[in-house]
């Protein structure tokens, strides 16, 4: 249909115009320009902006959430319902840096959207990743599952900082490619989730630290 091609053209613009320029940078006269398109069918396919940005987002999250999902299912399977928590951690981690490094995604459109989502945190996004939180709740489960011994205290903080390196590595991963001299293989996306999963499974695996406050030193 007519209507389909319209709406599917005009996500295929803002995605590229987006991934390239920024989300600030572009505007919705870009987009039907470069979709060719009235600016009447942005606003009747998806309202505004905003709108727009939200729906390629949940659209790229979707299957990423899918794919960790069904690591983690299969893990918990193959446990009898208790994965190892580096299992665990893989299956969190795994799909977005294998979506996101490596030398043919980084050239992708999808993959340079999802890392410009990364760095440019804009409201409707922000709003999507507060909202979007029951698959992070059934890896909180799994890891409570693993590591009985640990409070949920400590679970939510693990898995707040596995979530953190992950992305942290991909929005920084050309940083880190100068300043390691090439010795960091970023293009070796294996080896980058290995270590991420080896970090966070220390972490939570590890003695617990000591949280309290150091005590205050006198002025003299």
Known sequence: MASDHTRSAILTAAERLYADRGFSDVTLRDIVAEAGV??????????????LIAELFVTRSIATNRERLRELK???????????IEVILRAL???TL???????????TAARFMIRASIESVPPIRRIKNREIDHLRK????????????SDVDVYWGL???????????????????????????????DVVARVVS???????????????PPRVAAR
């Open 38 to 51: 009235n600016l009447a069918a942005v606003n009747y396919h998806f309202g505004s902006k905003d709108e």
């Open 74 to 84: 299969a893990a918990e399977e193959q446990g009898g319902g208790r994965a190892p």
């Open 93 to 95: 981690v795994g799909p």
């Open 98 to 108: 294998r979506g996101c490094l490596g030398p043919e995604n980084q050239r992708s």
């Open 139 to 150: 890896f909180a489960g799994a890891m409570r599952r693993a590591l009985p011994e640990r």
């Open 160 to 190: 707040n900082f596995a979530l953190a390196m992950a992305h942290h590595t991909i929005r920084e991963s050309e940083r880190l490619t100068k300043l390691s001299e090439g010795k960091c293989d970023l293009d070796d996306v294996e």
């Open 199 to 213: 970090v966070a499974t220390m972490a939570l695996t590890a003695g617990k630290a000591e949280t309290k406050a």
